[in-house]
């Protein structure tokens, strides 16, 4: 941990791989927080993006190269989702009737939500990742509050840590899926969804983003595909079938219309979310529970 004085250089680097692409999420919320129309306020995106690049391993975070830029297909998609997501997960855990008390944010990467939302009182908030990337988060952000960092591996015994660090089964609990679930192999996706579900009472809420197929093809994802794979974050598990995907993990889900959100926040529609756009869409935002 470090006060506000020292200089970020003093950052660990983001490990390589996967972590790289939570920087690239931190980069388009702070790109979205400079608009005067903003979806949201990131006031840590800057320093977190700054802290990246200066550390090294990622040469494209100090260029400033947004994603909308490198895939046009992907403009606003992280803006969108990311309003999406804390409009629903404040719903969910502000919901007294739905009673949820835990906010699970697995794969949390640079995700801030934590600190810049407000959250009922007796809220509980985990940010489970790569423990590189919550070494680089904590150092970077400092104890800003009293959400919980879980450093483990979302394909291993990720659940014993969680519960280690106090999350309690069986309590009602929103979980957030939030641009992870591609980066595993298929079966480790479906196992990570069945073991929240084991730990939570039903009508728990699981709110994600999943891959559609077209990201594996050619077309409007290939410039996205080609970074990731020299990223070495290949995009691992797609699916044509959100709703039953979730279905047979034991989970009721509906697809969000993402045109029709991206309407009422006043923004055209990313493409990767619009089937009017060629080759699209690429991702589609579900809300499942359990
Ligand atoms: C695209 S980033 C999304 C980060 C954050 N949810 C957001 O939207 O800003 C993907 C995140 O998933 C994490 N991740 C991928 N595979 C993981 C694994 N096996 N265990 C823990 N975290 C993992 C990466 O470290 C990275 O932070």
């Given at each position: 941990m470090h006060d506000?004085?020292?200089?970020?250089?003093?950052?660990?680097?983001?490990?390589?791989?996967?972590?790289?692409?939570?920087a690239a999420m931190a980069q388009e919320r702070a790109a979205e927080s400079r608009r005067?129309?903003?979806?949201?306020?990131?006031?840590?995106?800057?320093?977190?993006?700054a802290a990246a690049a200066k550390a090294g391993g990622a040469p494209w975070l100090a260029e400033g190269v947004t994603l909308g830029q490198l895939v046009p297909a992907l403009d606003g998609y992280v803006a969108l989702r990311t309003r999406w997501l804390d409009d629903r997960i404040r719903a969910e855990a502000g919901e007294p009737a739905a009673g949820a008390v835990q906010v699970v944010l697995l794969?949390?990467?640079?995700?801030?939500?934590?600190?810049?939302?407000?959250w009922p009182g007796g809220t509980s908030v985990f940010l489970l990742d790569q423990p590189g990337v919550v070494a680089f988060a904590r150092y970077v952000l400092g104890?800003?509050?009293?959400?919980?960092w879980v450093p483990a591996d979302l394909t291993g015994r990720w659940e014993r840590e969680l519960t280690a660090a106090g999350f309690r089964p069986a309590t009602p609990t929103v979980w957030v899926l939030e641009g992870v679930l591609m980066y595993l192999l298929p079966e480790q996706a479906a196992q990570l969804t069945e073991r929240l579900a084991r730990l939570s009472p039903p009508g728990s809420p699981v709110l994600a983003d999943l891959a559609l197929p077209g990201v594996h093809t050619g077309g409007p994802f290939s410039e996205g595909r080609r970074n990731l794979d020299d990223n070495g974050s290949p995009t691992r598990f797609s699916t044509a079938d959100p709703i039953g995907w979730f279905n047979r993990r034991g989970l009721h889900a509906h697809a969000v219309d993402a045109v029709k959100l991206a309407a009422r926040h006043g923004r055209t529609p990313p493409p990767a979310l619009d089937d009017r756009s060629p080759g699209c869409?690429?991702?589609?935002?579900?809300?499942a529970w359990t």
């Amino acid at each position: 941990m470090h006060d506000d004085d020292r200089p970020d250089t003093g950052a660990p680097a983001l490990p390589p791989g996967v972590a790289l692409t939570a920087a690239a999420m931190a980069q388009e919320r702070a790109a979205e927080s400079r608009r005067p129309d903003r979806l949201f306020d990131d006031p840590w995106a800057d320093r977190l993006v700054a802290a990246a690049a200066k550390a090294g391993g990622a040469p494209w975070l100090a260029e400033g190269v947004t994603l909308g830029q490198l895939v046009p297909a992907l403009d606003g998609y992280v803006a969108l989702r990311t309003r999406w997501l804390d409009d629903r997960i404040r719903a969910e855990a502000g919901e007294p009737a739905a009673g949820a008390v835990q906010v699970v944010l697995l794969g949390a990467g640079l995700d801030t939500r934590a600190f810049r939302l407000p959250w009922p009182g007796g809220t509980s908030v985990f940010l489970l990742d790569q423990p590189g990337v919550v070494a680089f988060a904590r150092y970077v952000l400092g104890e800003l509050g009293s959400a919980t960092w879980v450093p483990a591996d979302l394909t291993g015994r990720w659940e014993r840590e969680l519960t280690a660090a106090g999350f309690r089964p069986a309590t009602p609990t929103v979980w957030v899926l939030e641009g992870v679930l591609m980066y595993l192999l298929p079966e480790q996706a479906a196992q990570l969804t069945e073991r929240l579900a084991r730990l939570s009472p039903p009508g728990s809420p699981v709110l994600a983003d999943l891959a559609l197929p077209g990201v594996h093809t050619g077309g409007p994802f290939s410039e996205g595909r080609r970074n990731l794979d020299d990223n070495g974050s290949p995009t691992r598990f797609s699916t044509a079938d959100p709703i039953g995907w979730f279905n047979r993990r034991g989970l009721h889900a509906h697809a969000v219309d993402a045109v029709k959100l991206a309407a009422r926040h006043g923004r055209t529609p990313p493409p990767a979310l619009d089937d009017r756009s060629p080759g699209c869409p690429l991702f589609q935002f579900m809300e499942a529970w359990t």
